[in-house]
T-cell receptor
Framework: KQEVTQIPAALSVPEGENLVLNCSFTDSAIYNLQWFRQDPGKGLTSLLLIQSSQREQTSGRLNASLDKSSGRSTLYIAASQPGDSATYLCAVRFGVNYGQNFVFGPGTRLSVLP | DTAVSQTPKYLVTQMGNDKSIKCEQNLGHDTMYWYKQDSKKFLKIMFSYNNKELIINETVPNRFSPKSPDKAHLNLHINSLELGDSAVYFC????????????????FGEGSRLTVL
């Protein structure tokens, strides 16, 4: 069964800290992996997309890595800010299709304290 | 202007009722989706339409019926609501069903929270 898990479920850090969010997935035969941000009462916003042939992607203070062989991805957030507070979801495309196998993890709820 | 808009944002209703959630996108996209986010926060795809044609129909009860009058709209109608239908329903759109694989450009609405009493 294709599953995506995220640890921890919630994380609270003081402003300015660097932090890492973890995502694990079953089945290393993935097509790509995507990180999203979800603010309370809002929809999801795409942050980074890593294709299966890539090892990492960077956007500003965010860096996502992918290790297919171990079934893991990490999202590194540098110099965290209160505005980074949100739920971060990892989603994996298991195969090339219309989206049937686009599986989301449950998310990590991040709180960055001023 | 909101790219993907859903109405209503909140819906509280009794078991057995029929309700609809509407979704509109002004991005000119060909493909639209309905996702369900349950109480454990897992987001799962329910349906997808590409240019008004159904391309994904996951294992959902047939009480759920999507309708796409044109490619800018994808509505979700639910008959005989049950307690387990309580969730947040998200509409999303992408340029088409294939480009999203390469770009990851999937745009979500703000969600419609359905509570069945």
């Amino acid at each position: 069964k294709q599953e995506v898990t995220q640890i921890p479920a919630a994380l609270s850090v003081p402003e300015g800290e660097n932090l890492v969010l973890n995502c694990s997935f079953t089945d290393s035969a993935i097509y790509n992996l995507q990180w999203f941000r979800q603010d309370p009462g809002k929809g999801l916003t795409s942050l980074l997309l890593i294709q299966s042939s890539q090892r990492e992607q960077t956007s500003g203070r965010l860096n996502a890595s992918l290790d297919k062989s171990s079934g893991r991805s990490t999202l590194y957030i540098a110099a965290s800010q209160p505005g980074d507070s949100a739920t971060y979801l990892c989603a994996v495309r298991f195969g090339v299709n219309y989206g049937q196998n686009f599986v989301f993890g449950p998310g990590t709820r991040l709180s960055v304290l001023p | 202007d909101t790219a993907v808009s859903q109405t209503p944002k909140y819906l509280v209703t009794q078991m057995g009722n029929d309700k609809s959630i509407k979704c509109e996108q002004n991005l000119g996209h060909d493909t639209m989706y309905w996702y369900k986010q349950d109480s454990k926060k897992f987001l799962k795809i329910m349906f997808s339409y590409n240019n008004k044609e159904l391309i994904i129909n996951e294992t959902v009860p047939n009480r759920f019926s999507p309708k796409s009058p044109d490619k800018a709209h994808l509505n979700l109608h639910i008959n005989s609501l049950e307690l387990g239908d309580s969730a947040v329903y998200f509409c999303a759109s992408s340029q088409d069903a294939w480009a999203v694989l390469y770009t990851g450009e999937l745009f979500f609405g703000e969600g419609s929270r359905l509570t069945v009493l």
